[in-house]
């Protein structure tokens, strides 16, 4: 992708897929808001920021089930749900939304079965303890089970004790012990969920769970315009907004305005595999 059309006709792709999940949300009673840089897009530009490649929205963790579950009923032609449960290889924590017969294919997804297409992201959205040690426990539960679906030690990311902690924890669990062990600690990690009065994270990644939100950001939702559109996002935008970025309105230098993602392939008509002698550059 190294053109103004391709990111303008990736944004319209996203854009349609995001109405699709907005209209079955709609349909089913279901809360969602526009989350990280798609909501600072819609209250600092109407719409994307202009430079932005990616859509993202959140959804309570009981909705967020729902979601998931009303979607694997009741599935909508021509996009795919994509998650841990349903895509061997898949390794997040969220869900992404995909447009069947597209291709966004990025440098660390390389299967041919692996589907591959234009997509938004659901990040479910938990409540977390009070407390320092329930805290920590907690943080503790989110990273280990993180640890575990990514498969692999965040090497940039870790000081050397850390690395040989997760090392031996990948060591510890394999196959379908690992399985039961993912699903016991986000037993863990949601069991707080019932206390609505308790503030809210995403356990995305061990940045996101630095950020603690309102217990009531999902009480007030107000309908923005978004480009052609309006969703839902948070009547309070202005205290997300400023917990994740600060002084949200002003504008980054010239020179931080790119482009966050180059796919390896882009592709607004054809799944990879009927895509005929694509040449990937995969690291090894």
Same mark, same amino acid.
């Given at each position: ?17 995001l109405?699709?999940v ?9 809360k ?16 994307f ?21 009303? /979607? ?17 290889g898949?390794?997040q ?34 409540r ?10 907690? /943080? ?12 692999y ?7 050397s ?39 809210l ?6 940045i ?5 939100y ?22 309070? /935008? ?14 980054p ?22 895509i ?9």
């Amino acid at each position: 992708m190294k053109t103004e059309i391709d990111l303008k006709r990736l944004q319209s792709v996203e854009l349609e897929i995001l109405q699709c999940v907005a209209d079955f949300c709609e349909k089913y009673g279901i809360k969602y808001s526009l989350y990280a840089g798609t909501l600072l897009g819609a209250v600092r530009h109407k719409g994307f920021i202009p430079w932005d490649d990616d859509i993202d929205i959140c959804i309570l963790r009981d909705d967020y089930d729902k979601f998931v579950e009303l /979607w694997n009923t009741n599935p909508v032609k021509g996009y795919v749900l994509q998650n841990h449960d349903n895509t061997p290889g898949f390794t997040q924590t969220f869900v992404k939304i995909r447009k069947d017969h597209t291709t966004y294919l990025a440098d660390y997804a390389v299967e041919k079965d692996y589907h591959t297409g234009i997509f938004i992201d659901v990040f479910p959205v938990d409540r977390i303890p009070n407390g320092k040690i329930p805290r920590y426990i907690y /943080w503790f539960h989110c990273l280990e089970y993180q640890l575990l679906l990514h498969g692999y030690v965040p090497e940039n990311r870790a000081n050397s004790i850390t690395r040989v902690v997760c090392k031996f924890i990948l060591a510890a669990y394999s196959g379908k012990r690992r399985t039961k062990k993912q699903k016991q600690l986000l037993q863990k990690i949601t069991k707080y969920n019932k206390f609505t009065d308790l503030p809210l994270v995403l356990n995305e990644s061990a940045i996101s769970m630095k950020k603690i939100y309102p217990h009531n950001l999902f009480e007030n939702l107000i309908k923005m315009d978004f480009e052609t559109s309006r969703f839902l996002g948070f009547k309070d /935008w202005d205290t997300y907004l400023t917990l994740d970025f600060g002084d949200y309105m002003t504008l980054p230098p010239e020179e931080e305005r790119h482009i966050p993602h180059t796919p390896q392939v882009l592709n607004f008509e054809k799944n990879l595999n009927e895509i005929e002698n694509v040449v990937l550059d995969i690291k090894k």
